[in-house]
């Protein structure tokens, strides 16, 4: 039996529809990662237990890594439904791969960003701020008004970042192990 490739071809079109919105409105809408999360799961139904029960865990994984983000005002609703999306369609372990992956991105991203905004005292202002428990929710939406890319991290194109590492990393690895 082969490797069933068409969970990782549907997010990875998912992720690149949600790349494009999130770097044009700053919005993932509910249209692309409701029904994505919702055919992840039933997609599982219909393949097996065992694939609903990994799926599942998939959704919780992603969650679980997505939520604390939101919660503090630091990812947008549409970035945590986007991973449950994800983690329904790709299971726990490489959900947590891209969420990883996707996480290096945005700290490379927003070091560059810091570099030539030249931000870096205002940054470390934010950074102790958010450190101490201060929400940073006003300060985001704002960021958001002004589309000051250079303080406001599209996570959904990260994650694409993130996609393809975990999608090189795999054919890298499965060369050398065949």
Same mark, same amino acid.
């Given at each position: 039996?082969g ?19 999130? %770097? ?8 692309l990662?409701?029904? #994505?999360?919702?055919? +992840? ?10 694939a609903?029960?990994?799926?599942? #865990?998939? &959704?919780?994984?992603?969650?679980? #890594?997505?939520?604390? $983000? ?7 609703a +549409?970035?945590v439904? #986007?991973?449950a999306?994800? $983690?329904?369609?790709?299971?726990? %372990?490489?959900?947590l791969?891209?969420f ?11 070091? &560059?960003?810091?570099?030539? $905004?030249?931000? *870096?005292r ?5 950074? /102790? $701020? ?13 960021? &958001?008004? /002004? /589309?000051? /890319? %250079?303080e406001?991290?599209? *996570? ?17 690895w ?5």
């Amino acid at each position: 039996m082969g490797v069933d490739h068409f969970p990782l071809v549907v997010v990875s079109v998912a992720v690149a529809i949600a790349a494009v919105s999130d %770097l044009r409105t700053y919005k993932i809408r509910d249209v692309l990662t409701l029904p #994505l999360l919702i055919t +992840g799961l039933a997609y599982h139904v219909v393949v097996g237990t065992h694939a609903l029960s990994q799926s599942g #865990l998939g &959704v919780a994984v992603a969650l679980a #890594l997505t939520l604390p $983000g939101f919660l503090i005002g630091g990812m947008g609703a +549409g970035d945590v439904k #986007l991973m449950a999306g994800i $983690g329904a369609w790709i299971g726990p %372990l490489p959900t947590l791969g891209v969420f990883l992956a996707a996480s290096l991105a945005t700290a490379a991203y927003a070091l &560059v960003a810091i570099a030539i $905004g030249r931000r *870096f005292r205002e940054t470390w202002t934010k950074l /102790r $701020g958010l450190v101490a428990g201060r929400a940073i929710q006003d300060r985001v939406k704002d960021a &958001v008004e /002004r /589309r000051d /890319r %250079l303080e406001v991290v599209p *996570f959904a194109t990260m994650t694409g970042v993130g996609l393809l590492v975990l999608v090189l990393v795999s054919v890298i690895w499965l060369r050398q192990n065949s």
